[in-house]
């Protein structure tokens, strides 16, 4: 079964769903955003029941926004406390000690941040919310004297991004601070199956343009990228499912690897795949496979087959983050059409309401590794090229295109 819910739904995932006939649980977000599509819809009482009695009923969902419909209608299951295991980084933390001993990490509530002796703390370190969702929040304190400053941010920005999800995905009342882990950041789409065996599906590795970054703006796969780390997570996730007891769970992952090939955690985000239907599109532009597909039906890659002829090609997801420092009330335009001629292969772009969210989109690519300028162009862009600023906040209406 599918849950589908805001802020996006795009139309890869509908046209698997109308193909393949996969459960949709009828809600409001379905009349409202896809209400003529040809999809086999299931009451909430018949998903309830469905999901009680089927020992291996599998449920995804595109958007964790359906997390709280999940904990108000299987709470007698044992899904969301998995759901919570996971969307607290605490609690994760706390999961994993025993892999990772010597960690430090501790939980602070936003209200005692700047009362909070820093002085003790291991630097770099990294502060972000408790339970997060898409680089919101997070920050990065190379030294004690950035600390006041950090908190002046966080509370900023908590302002503008308090009310854009709901707090069983981004709640900052609590935050968490964790000692940095050095090494290359990855994200892993994946499930484990019916017998709890984690099955990797995709890995996209996020690139950054300095130490102190810390927003999601490119992640890029390869034959290579598969290649190499394909074996070592799997043995990672291994070890966190048998912690959780996972069984037909689909996961994001997020993982750092370290110069001496150690995988350590970042965070798990359960029942889903990227946000924004982002990961697994890009994975069928990547590869032609469809995740979905791969995870109701418990298909497992053939990545020879897959990787074949893929040598000397990077593909990216590129995320159009709001960082020109302009708030997205105050700008007319985004130029689209300039975007594009920017790079050699575009393979999707989808635009984003940027007055109700704070990004502009995504894009999705095909680069000749010789090229990786393009990548690294956007990586260090802030995007102020392509845009042109209104002098009112006017809000102009905006094609969201799939």
Known sequence: MIILDKPYISEFLLKTLESNGFPVIHNPVVDELVPERNLVLLSPDEAISEYSNNYNCL????????????????????????????????????????????????????????????????????????????????????????????????????????????????????????????????????????EGRPVVLNIMKHIFSSGKDVNDRVYITSKEIIEDFRIPITEFLSGIGQRAGLRNFPAHVEVRITENGTVAPIEVNPLRFGGWCSTPDLAWHAYGMNLYEYLFLQKEPDWTRILHGKENLIYSNIVLNNSTGTDGKHIKSFDYTRLLADFENPLELRKADFRKFPLFGFLFCETRKQNMLELERILLSDLTEYVEYSLSETVLPLVVTS
């Open 59 to 194: 449920l995804y969902t595109n958007s964790e926004n359906s997390i709280s419909w999940i904990e108000n209608n299987l709470q007698h299951t044992a899904l969301p406390g998995k759901i919570k295991l996971f969307k607290n980084k605490i609690l994760f933390r706390d999961l994993l000690s025993d892999l990772f001993p010597g960690y430090f990490y501790k939980g602070v509530k936003l209200e005692d941040l700047e009362s909070l002796d820093v002085k003790d703390l291991p630097l770099p370190f990294i502060i972000k919310p408790a339970v997060g969702f898409f680089s919101l929040g997070v920050y990065k304190v190379e030294a004690l004297s950035e600390w006041n400053e950090t908190v002046l941010s966080i509370r900023n920005e908590i302002n503008g991004i308090k009310d854009l999800y709901p707090p069983e995905v981004l709640h900052t009342g609590e935050f968490i601070i964790e000692e940095c882990i050095y090494g290359d950041e990855f994200a892993i789409d994946c499930y484990f199956n019916a």
